[in-house]
T-cell receptor, first 114, second 110 residues
Framework: DAMVIQNPRYQVTQFGKPVTLSCSQT?????MYWYQQKSSQAPKLLFH???????NEADTPDNFQSRRPNTSFCFLDIRSPGLGDAAMYLC?????????????FGPGTRLTVT | SQQGEEDPQALSIQEGENATMNCSYK?????LQWYRQNSGRGLVHLIL?????REKHSGRLRVTLDTSKKSSSLLITASRAADTASYFC??????????FGKGTRLSVIA
């Protein structure tokens, strides 16, 4: 089945230790998104790729970076995680941004910072 | 930036009852989508309603859209324990990513 896969599902890292979260998709969608979601809050868009074009949200901290080496994979790098970065990180894809396309979400990676 | 605001923030009902959640937004939209999120999981798309539509059905789901009031409602009929989840509206304002609201946490008690 076509899907969005996130690895790992749970990640524990130490304060200040770089961490990378990964996302892959078999949908062949043009757009990939990274969201941060804290408890009982809405998903907060960090950035998205339209194909190879990177689009950063204005309020995304510099600590967060992303890479999309090919259509299928996208990575979220947190260079120096702080305690406030503990959250669920959701990857999503869509065929396009315009023309009312729905987003398909992965199961998320829950990040704990110790 | 946050566009949709769901109301209520939390809702608790008995199995078999209907659940109604509302979403208000601020700017004009192309369409509005509703998503469900089970605890600790990703979001799942439920239904999309376009700005020129007033009502849409999908199984036990009924969505309405009132563009003059900038509001939408999601009705789940004959609720089940498995409907327990958070429900988010998301607005499509054009050539930009969806903007999600804060969500309604629905608890259906068996």
């Amino acid at each position: 089945d076509a899907m969005v896969i996130q690895n790992p599902r749970y990640q524990v890292t130490q304060f200040g230790k770089p961490v990378t979260l990964s996302c892959s998709q078999t949908l062949n969608h043009n757009v990939m998104y990274w969201y941060q979601q804290k408890s009982s809050q809405a998903p907060k868009l960090l950035f998205h790729y339209y194909d190879k074009d990177f689009n950063n949200e204005a309020d995304t901290p510099d600590n967060f970076q992303s890479r999309r080496p090919n259509t299928s994979f996208c990575f979220l790098d947190i260079r120096s995680p702080g305690l406030g970065d503990a959250a669920m990180y959701l990857c999503a894809t869509s065929r396009d941004i315009a023309q009312s396309y729905e987003q398909y979400f992965g199961p998320g990676t829950r990040l704990t910072v110790t | 930036s946050q566009q949709g605001e769901e109301d209520p923030q939390a809702l608790s009902i008995q199995e078999g009852e209907n659940a109604t959640m509302n979403c208000s937004y601020k700017t004009s939209i192309n369409n509005l989508q509703w998503y469900r999120q089970n605890s600790g999981r990703g979001l799942v798309h439920l239904i999309l309603i376009r700005s020129n539509e007033r009502e849409k059905h999908s199984g036990r789901l009924r969505v309405t859209l009132d563009t003059s009031k900038k509001s939408s409602s999601l009705l789940i009929t004959a609720s089940r324990a498995a409907d327990t989840a958070s429900y988010f509206c998301a607005t499509d304002q054009g050539n930009t990513p969806l903007v999600f609201g804060k969500g309604t946490r629905l608890s259906v008690i068996a």
